[in-house]
T-cell receptor, first 111, second 116 residues
Framework: LAKTTQPISMDSYEGQEVNITCSHN???????ITWYQQFPSQGPRFIIQ???TKVTNEVASLFIPADRKSSTLSLPRVSLSDTAVYYC????????????FGKGTMLLVSP | GAVVSQHPSRVICKSGTSVKIECRSL??????MFWYRQFPKQSLMLMAT?????????EQGVEKDKFLINHASLTLSTLTVTSAHPEDSSFYIC????????????FGSGTRLTVV
């Protein structure tokens, strides 16, 4: 499974756009990139998933360059409730590969 | 979307007793379920993978006789922590994967186990 590297923490203010980048240099051809959000004492919650280029949903965008060795989660206009840990995971969702969590990025949004 | 229900949300037990945690997929059939453990301020660590009707596969360093996993149906997996000790106190989270690729992985809300 591809190993991921993310910043340990990030700080932002309400209303700003936040971009969290994840490195996955040895991503495999069949691997997808998935981002999860976790609040304290809760299970991870799915945010977005993509394979290449750009994916957008109602809460976030995911940018993946052509070489797929990194990806950027973009959260538009964050609010205090976006304070959480964000995990980038890489794996083949079509198979039975397990999800291995890295250390994640602790995002702190301040007023 | 897919929902995974995990119970109890928190439990306190005495050292030496056993505790069972349930994980149910509510609106899909979960052919594969995963159990994670998370210590404070740390990431999730995979404990074991279970496929319906077969024995669970445990990660290195996880005692299979201590953490009993049963996945007897396509909607229910249970984790039993046997002879619990204070060092087993942790946040346990289950995850379920449906039998279709687009189902992805859905996580339960977690169980806070405190062994006193």
């Amino acid at each position: 499974l591809a190993k991921t590297t993310q910043p340990i923490s990030m700080d932002s203010y309400e209303g700003q756009e936040v971009n969290i980048t994840c490195s996955h240099n040895n991503i495999a051809t069949n691997d997808y990139i998935t981002w999860y959000q976790q609040f304290p004492s809760q299970g991870p919650r799915f945010i977005i998933q993509g394979y290449k280029t750009k994916v957008t949903n109602e809460v976030a965008s995911l940018f993946i360059p052509a070489d797929r060795k990194s990806s950027t989660l973009s959260l538009p206009r964050v609010s205090l409730s976006d304070t959480a840990v964000y995990y980038c995971l890489v794996g083949d969702i079509r198979g039975y590969s397990t999800l291995t969590f890295g250390k994640g990025t602790m995002l702190l949004v301040s007023p | 979307g897919a929902v995974v229900s995990q119970h109890p949300s928190r439990v306190i037990c005495k050292s030496g007793t056993s505790v069972k945690i349930e994980c149910r997929s509510l609106d899909f059939q979960a052919t594969t379920m995963f159990w994670y453990r998370q210590f404070p301020k740390q990431s999730l660590m995979l404990m074991a993978t279970s496929n319906e009707g077969s024995k669970a596969t445990y990660e290195q360093g996880v005692e299979k006789d201590k953490f009993l996993i049963n996945h007897a149906s396509l909607t229910l997996s249970t984790l039993t922590v046997t002879s619990a000790h204070p060092e087993d106190s942790s946040f346990y989270i289950c995850s379920a994967r449906g039998d279709r690729a687009q189902d992805g992985y859905t996580f339960g809300s977690g169980t806070r186990l405190t062994v006193v």
